[in-house]
Structures are given as C-alpha cells and as structure tokens.
Antibody, heavy 122, light 112 residues
C-alpha cells in the first residue's frame, strides 16, 4: 500500500523558515516524481513544486520560486521541502503527492499524503 | 501558465439525478502527437486529501465507480456524475498537466 507521511509543519513568523519532510513507502520511490501541492484554508488546490524520480530536475511555481527548494533522498525514501522567506500567503496545508506514471513528471497524481499545516503569522 | 476555469462554483442535485461540472482551459491541452487530453479530475471530501477520479480526460482510475464520466477535448471538459449518491458530496477539481500543473477553482456538489 502506497503511503506518504508529511511532517515538519507548524507556526512560523513572516520571514522565517521551515523544512517539510515526506516519508514514502509501498512503492519504488526512486521511480516516481513527487509533488508538493498546497491548499490555503477554505481555498482550492495549488501545485507548488515537483522533483523527478532521480532528483536531477526540479520544478517550481512562480509563487515560490527562489524561496522554496525541493529535494529528495532516495536512499531514505524521503522528500524534503525547504521553505525560506515565508509569507502570510504561504499559510496552507502542504500535501506530498506522487505522480501516477513511472519515470514521468508534472503529471496526474494518484496518491496524496494527509498533509501538514504551515501557518505563517506574527 | 494555463488557467483552468470551472463552473459552476457549486451545485445541488437530488439523489439519483445527474450532476454536471464544466472545466475550461485557457489553451488547448490536447497533445497532437498522441491525441491525448492532459486533464485529470479529483474529488476532495472535507478533511481529506484529493482523490484521483479521471485522467486523460476520460479514463477512470481503478476502483472509481462507473457513474463518474469524463468527457471533452481541446479546451472544454465535463465531469458527469450520472446518478448522484450521498457519498459523492464533495468538491471536485480539474487539473491540467499539459504544462506546469494547474487546478481549477473547484466545484462543490451537494444534495438538494
């Protein structure tokens, strides 16, 4: 059974940093691109970042480019998201989400974690 | 970025009746080399992450009931729930993956 378990969320002041993690199991982690998708309270879904299975290519939404960094450690089946210079509008539940297709990226998502809440407030 | 526009924002349908959700992309998401539309539909229930229902605009994900039907091509797409059940109450999102992924704003489906 595919499982994605996010951690690292919490409350932080504007300008601060957080590092999210996503521990994966139930599939060959290195074969699949993984995404971060966020959802502000009461709002819709926003794709924010993705990384290929090998980790050699990363993608970012304009809203986070230059502030957030996605990475992965395939030896630990874990995805990371370093979030710097946080702003109030970054407040959201952050989902770790797996691409459906082998060796693809920026595709449809077939498994999602339960999400971790990031709150940016003074 | 490709903008995805869903309509309506919400709808209320009687049990057993048809629910229709529309999704329009700001440019064609039909890839000519494989004749596939790069569109997915997701269902999200309160307090839960989204669930993939449909991809390639009309291919049902494994385990998804047959009452969920995806259709359309190019820039205009539809998700139809042919006979609404109580467990279908949720917010539905379309997503394009032709370019950098973007989601529609969501459509809330309720029971009338």
């Amino acid at each position: 059974e595919v499982q994605l378990l996010e951690s690292g969320g919490g409350s932080v002041q504007p300008g601060g940093s957080l590092r999210l993690s996503c521990a994966a199991s139930g599939f060959i982690f290195s074969n699949y691109a993984i995404n971060w998708v966020r959802q502000a309270p009461g709002k819709g879904l926003e794709w924010v970042s993705a990384i290929t299975g090998s980790g050699d290519t990363t993608y970012y939404a304009d809203s986070v480019k230059g502030r957030f960094t996605i990475s992965r450690d395939n030896s630990k089946d874990t995805l990371y998201f370093q979030m710097n210079s946080l702003r109030a509008d970054d407040t959201a539940v952050y989902y770790c989400a797996k691409d459906k297709e082998y060796s693809s990226a920026l595709g449809k998502i077939d498994h999602w974690g339960q999400g971790t809440l990031v709150t940016v407030s003074s | 970025d490709i903008v995805m526009t869903q309509s309506p924002d919400s709808l209320a349908v009687s049990l057993g009746e048809r629910a229709t959700i529309n999704c329009k992309s700001s440019q064609s998401i039909l890839y000519s080399s494989n004749n596939k539309n790069y569109l997915a539909w997701y269902q999200q229930k309160p307090g839960h992450p989204p669930k993939l229902l449909i991809y390639w605009a009309s291919t049902r994900e494994s385990g998804v009931p047959e009452r969920f039907i995806g259709s359309g091509s190019g820039t205009d797409f539809t998700l139809t729930i042919s006979s609404l059940q109580a467990e279908d109450v949720a917010i539905y999102y379309c997503q394009q993956y032709y370019g950098t992924p973007t989601f529609g704003g969501g459509t809330k489906v309720e029971i009338k």
